[in-house]
């Protein structure tokens, strides 16, 4: 009951000071918290609960030693229930600095990435793969009566479906977090409204891919993997020529493959995107950009480019 006064709070001095929407109540919970707990209420496969008593539990990890256990949340989702333990410790946890290989990043739906280095990878359907029998047992659920309980059994099978989507694609998303970690010190993306790209034509697979999702994964995997991570201008990507840095003009979806008529640079579209992201993430960090077809070492800030360009 405390945390969701607290919460109420927050929902309202959120309108008032910050210019949110009025709070939208919920009809259930979904979570409650235990803002003030102590180590001992927590041992090896068992959680002891305030009000309720002990609880199994299966551990995903082992209690790391000399932390402080400060908060308790426990969630109800379609696949069961899950205990979250936040524990504290006093230490100061630096900045990644600017080091190592630097590697661009271009975000997409022909691949759901590609980098720098020329790695294409692709982009897996999470929601397509089981659509059709979401659509199925949406469909039965349509013919039955509201709150009874074949229709309670087939909103669970819905929400399970959800939750499976839901899981493999962070899981997947935190593998190429990883993956791409391994390979470089410094990692740049495009700094872009998801929000707004959401709401165009390829609405559904914007969303089915969860790219806005994929930056929060990929941003706390490098902070824990000490890499640097960046976001650059998004502006220009496609338009600029990675080697010799001349505007080659804007390009059509159905074009996939870069070639600068000044300098004769061909690799495909997204590849050569990610090394403009790569080159303008560089110059941010205050680092020289390699040098160009004919030869000279350009610095300077990417609206220098944008000037220079023809």
């Not at 949406?138 to 009566?145: E, T, V």
């Not at 962070?170 to 740049?188: E, N, P, S």
Request: proline share 4%; glycine share 8%.
């Amino acid at each position: 009951m405390q945390q969701t006064l607290r919460q109420l709070e927050a929902a309202f001095v959120n309108m008032w000071e910050r210019g949110f929407g009025f709070p939208r109540f919920k009809k259930k919970m979904t979570s409650f918290v235990y803002p003030s707990v102590k180590n001992a209420l927590v041992s090896n496969g068992w959680v002891d609960l305030p009000k309720i008593g002990n609880v199994r539990m299966r551990m995903s990890r082992a209690i790391p030693e000399g932390f402080t256990l400060k908060q308790i949340r426990v969630l109800k989702r379609a696949n069961g229930y899950f205990a979250q333990l936040t524990y504290q410790l006093a230490v100061n946890i630096p900045d990644a600095p600017v080091h190592g290989h630097p590697l661009g990043i271009d975000i997409g739906l022909d691949y759901y990435l590609a980098t720098s280095d020329g790695e294409l990878v692709k982009r897996p359907r999470f929601f397509n793969q089981l659509h059709g029998k979401l659509k199925s047992l949406q469909r039965r659920l349509k013919n039955k009566k509201k709150g009874s309980l074949n229709w309670r059994k087939c909103q669970m099978k819905i929400a399970r479906i959800h939750q499976k989507i839901h899981d493999t694609r962070k899981d997947w998303q935190y593998k190429l977090a990883h993956h791409l970690c391994d390979q470089a010190g410094m990692i740049f993306v495009e700094d872009i409204n998801f929000k707004a790209w959401a709401k165009g034509l390829f609405a559904k697979h914007t969303l089915d891919a969860g790219f806005g999702q994929f930056f929060g994964i990929l941003a706390y995997v490098c902070r824990k993997r000490d890499v640097y991570f960046l976001k650059v201008d998004k502006d220009y990507t496609s338009q600029i020529c990675p080697n010799c840095h001349t505007q080659t003009g804007k390009k059509s979806l159905s074009n996939r493959v870069h070639f600068c008529p000044e300098c004769g640079y061909t690799t495909n579209r997204d590849v050569a995107a990610s090394q403009v992201i790569r080159n303008r993430g560089k110059v941010a960090v205050g680092q020289p950009v390699n040098q160009n077809a004919c030869q000279e070492v350009l610095s300077g800030s990417i609206t220098d480019w944008l000037d220079k360009t023809p």
